[in-house]
């Protein structure tokens, strides 16, 4: 490759990053109010999210064998669901309880939310609940899997740039010698990127599902009762530095829960429209549980 090719390709790769940059600013979020970068519509992230569904379940245990704690899970999830913001369009919510035992939850583009048994097993009332469950609905309204797909998009035709760029140049080229350096380091450095927006994005949620819950009519106390219980069962050995987890540390984001309460809810305690309802999510959650079959163990 010429030196002009090279030039040429280079100049390429950094215009397109300007370019994906620019497109940044095109979507304001309904949600969150901030502009972000989403490749597709609203309509492609239902159709991903119906498609990412099809047996999903069955890879977690399947669904749990009761119907009246998994119709109580849809019956919360559908009342956070009406304190959306409206100009989120129609999606396509489903709410799913799995038979698994791990401490999880979690959605896919599109509308649909899961909550592990293992996790409703460590809730007390209603409100924790609508917490772990306004929390997902948040990921959704705030499009975090489009924008991640749509960063990881753009950081491989970045990458696929680069690596035309680098590859065609002769073996003892300044460029490829640097190439040879600077490639892996782009591709660790732009994951550690994805990354912190990840983390970002779990910090954001909380602040959604707290919206959604109060809007329910649920004690928003319920979310920091939820990031205690991650804490408590967080692994006791030694964890990875949080900049390289997709999830913040339990106790970071308690903190931040605790601001928000503190800023956005100060008369939380005092409320009468707030509730927990601990009686109903024993009746219709724990007990229900506690009677089933134990979760089978995994190979």
Known sequence: MSRSSRILTIGCVFLFFA????????????????????????????????????????????????????????????KLVTGVEPAVPDLDWEFTLLNDGLVNAFALPGGRVYITRGMAEKLENEAELAGVLGHEIGHVTARHGNQRISKQIGFNVLMGAS???????????????????????????????????????????DMLGMRY?????????????????????????????????????????????RELLESQYPDHATNPAYRLNAAQYKARMLDRLDVLEPVPAKN
């Open 213 to 257: 819950m109060s809007r329910a009519g649920y004690d928003p106390a319920g979310q920091l009762r939820v990031m205690e219980i991650l804490l408590e069962s967080s692994s006791g050995g030694q964890r990875s530095p949080e900049w390289l987890s997709t999830h913040p540390y339990p106790e970071t984001r308690i903190e931040r829960v």
């Open 19 to 78: 370019f994906v940059s620019a497109l940044g600013g095109c979507t304001v979020n309904p949600a969150t109010g901030q502009r972000s970068f989403t490749l597709m519509s609203w309509e492609k992230e239902k159709q991903m999210g119906a498609e990412a569904a099809a047996g999903l379940a069955e890879q977690f245990g399947g669904e749990v064998g009761d119907t009246i704690s998994s119709a109580y899970v849809t019956e919360i999830g559908m």
């Open 163 to 205: 690596a035309v760029a680098v590859g065609t140049t002769s073996s003892d080229s300044d460029l490829r010698t640097y190439g040879q350096y600077a490639l892996p380091a782009m591709a660790i450095g732009g994951n550690l990127v994805i990354l912190k927006y990840g983390r970002s994005e779990e910090s954001q949620a």
